[in-house]
């Protein structure tokens, strides 16, 4: 399965971006789509994941300012990021999980810049 994530940029404090990550390629049910982050220096963080169901969870420094969805086929994810603060200066990768085959996908990242 390929991933591809898109809709970062710059943004200054207080404002929002929005996070595309559509996957294909999938021959079986995509289980777990996920958002991770690392900024430089930094290990990888746990941003958000969202289930087949619509199951949400979330990293304890992203709650209440983030949301993430799936549409309708279950092929993409959203990532909704408001109050955007320059500690989530990071790229921003997108994962999916396939129970069918085992393992992580990884996609390439996109980054995010906040800053005045």
């Known amino acids: 399965v390929q991933l591809q994530a898109s809709g970062g940029g710059l943004v200054q404090p207080g404002g929002s971006l929005r996070l595309s990550c559509t996957a294909s390629?999938?021959?079986?049910?995509?289980?777990?789509m996920g958002w991770y982050r690392q900024a430089p220096g930094k290990q990888r963080e746990f941003v958000a994941s969202?289930?087949?169901?619509?199951?949400?969870n979330y990293g304890d420094s992203v709650k209440g300012r983030f949301t993430i969805s799936r549409d309708n086929a279950k092929t993409t994810a959203y990532l909704e990021m408001n109050n955007l603060k320059p500690d989530d200066t990071a790229v921003y990768s997108c994962s999916a999980d396939i129970a069918a085959v085992g393992g992580r996908h990884w996609g390439r990242g996109t980054q995010v810049t906040v800053s005045s």
């Open positions: 390629g999938a021959r079986f049910r995509i289980d777990i």
């Open positions: 969202i289930t087949y169901g619509g199951r949400t």
